[in-house]
């Protein structure tokens, strides 16, 4: 009789921004244990789609620890040292009840703390070290927002990245990263990873799946996988440019039984093509008031103006003014938007409905971007700013799982009719239920203010007449060349522009 494989369960995901003055401490951190992980079965997130195949495959799952974040500013090395320390002890406890027969990983793969700079690398490579690992297959997904290393790809078996921008399929690379292992069990062998690094970086409103160069990336990429079937899997990787790491920026990555040579001619193709691309993937933003000049003449709605400055789902604070400031300016008399400002809410405590309060709004979290607005506010409603996501495809679910807190909330209005969501949590603007849940019914508007690059396609383009990316100050400034880098590597586009 066949023994019934066991495979170790654990997560490690952040997506961290080198710019900003925030640090991320173990706070910030949503950590489950043991059976929690186990609980996610049927929230949308990647490790539920791993359940999902280990069911079917009839694995004995082994529970550890998964840490998550919303993105955010440097992480405190304290909360790597403690997430390695409690994974240890969890293969260490599991192996000593028996031989652990592979280890599956929900990872982000841009993750910097104050000391390292490729925690997921150090992750993996300590993987190597326990007792009874050293050749353990080691699977997992990643995001393609990623900075993948050597280093990842020397100690994992088979990591694989979701292929879509905004992230509707991380479930789903979660299930394909583990069937892969399922083929490593079945087939007993293991595959190897071989990566490259372009050298290019793009901000993230360059890495939109449906838009070039991206799209001609992931064609090639899966061109490579029908043309070698030898190659498992290959992941087009279109990094975090906001993280000051050597690897940061584009990189390609798959998983072989194959030749060295022949994974080495198709991370060259890969790569090879991102070079020749390379101006595709510094799309144009509008001005901001020539944007709502356009939207204002035109009929309907809503429109968006989407700012990737102030990309919550890239680690910016999420409390940037320059779009409520234009609101103002145009006169706008049906628009909204999401502010992150805890200090704000707590202002309005004691409100009823209609009340008037002299509030200062927004501003604070950058030194870059545009400074707080003092304003007369008209007082709407106050929740506890939890709600159910409406699509559990979305890449807030893959992370977050099906439901989201922002925190204390409350809605207010201002000028001739803007409405502010103002919440005590940042949230990405990536699913509709954000909104309805505080009354807010964004079909409605004329205009929606968006602090994302790309992932808020998936909830808002099923609703927006069109959209308009607009250039403002704040740390997600897509004028990447502008950032004060240290330990990028050199040369690399658009930094070094005359390169490669």
Request: aromatic share 6%.
């Amino acid at each position: 009789m066949s023994r019934t494989p066991r495979i170790l369960l654990a997560g490690l995901f952040h997506e961290t921004h080198s710019f900003t003055e925030d640090v991320t401490a173990l706070a910030d951190f949503a950590i489950r244990r043991g059976e929690e992980l186990l609980a996610r079965r049927g929230d949308g997130s990647t490790i539920d789609g791993f359940l999902e195949v280990a069911a079917t495959e009839g694995w004995e799952v082994v529970p550890t620890v998964e840490y998550t974040a919303l993105p955010s500013g440097m992480v405190d090395h304290d909360v790597l040292r403690r997430f390695l320390l409690e994974f240890e002890d969890g293969v260490l406890a599991a192996s000593a009840r028996g031989r652990l027969d592979g280890i599956w990983l929900a990872l982000h793969g841009a993750m910097v703390t104050t000391e390292c700079p490729d925690p997921e690398g150090t992750l993996l490579a300590r993987i190597r070290t326990l007792p009874g690992c050293e050749t353990v297959p080691v699977f997992g997904v990643f995001d393609l927002h990623a900075n993948f290393t050597a280093a990842m790809a020397a100690h994992a078996d088979g990591l694989v990245a979701y292929r879509e921008n905004p992230h509707s399929d991380a479930r789903d690379a979660a299930m394909h990263s583990a069937r892969l292992l399922a083929r490593s069990l079945a087939e007993k062998r293991r595959p190897r990873m071989a990566s490259r690094n372009a050298p290019v970086v793009w901000p993230p409103t360059g890495t939109g799946t449906a838009d070039r160069p991206m799209r001609d990336l992931e064609a090639l990429a899966r061109s490579i996988e029908r043309d070698h079937p030898e190659i498992w899997a290959v992941n087009v990787i279109g990094g975090y440019s906001f993280s000051d790491v050597p690897e940061a920026g584009v990189a390609f990555a798959l998983v072989t039984t194959g030749e060295e040579a022949e994974a080495e001619k198709a991370l060259a193709r890969l790569a090879e093509t991102a070079v020749a691309l390379r101006e595709l993937g510094l799309p144009r933003e509008w001005d901001i008031d020539e944007a709502l000049a356009a939207i204002l003449r035109a009929p309907d709605g809503p429109w968006l103006i989407v700012e990737p400055a102030d990309n919550i789902g890239g680690g910016a604070p999420g409390d940037g003014t320059s779009v409520l400031r234009a609101f103002l300016r145009h006169e706008v008399e049906s628009g909204a938007v999401a502010i992150a400002d805890p200090a704000a809410v707590a202002a309005l405590a004691g409100a009823s409905p209609g009340d008037l309060r002299r509030l200062s709004i927004g501003g604070k979290g950058s030194a870059i971007a545009e400074g707080p607005l003092e304003l007369d506010v008209r007082f709407v409603s106050a929740s506890d700013g939890r709600f159910a996501l409406e699509d559990l495809n979305s890449h807030l679910a893959a992370s977050q799982g099906s439901h989201f807190s922002m925190g204390p909330s409350a809605v207010v209005t201002v000028g001739r009719g803007i409405t502010v969501l103002l919440t005590s949590r940042k949230t990405p603007p990536f699913d509709l239920g954000q909104f309805r849940s505080q009354g807010i019914h964004p079909g409605a508007l004329k205009v929606i203010g968006v602090k994302a690059a790309v992932a808020h396609r998936r909830a808002y383009d099923r609703i927006a007449k069109g959209s308009y990316t607009v250039a403002t100050a704040g740390p997600c400034t897509s004028e990447i060349a502008s950032l004060p880098y240290t330990r990028l590597r050199r040369p690399v586009f658009p930094i070094d522009a005359d390169e490669p």
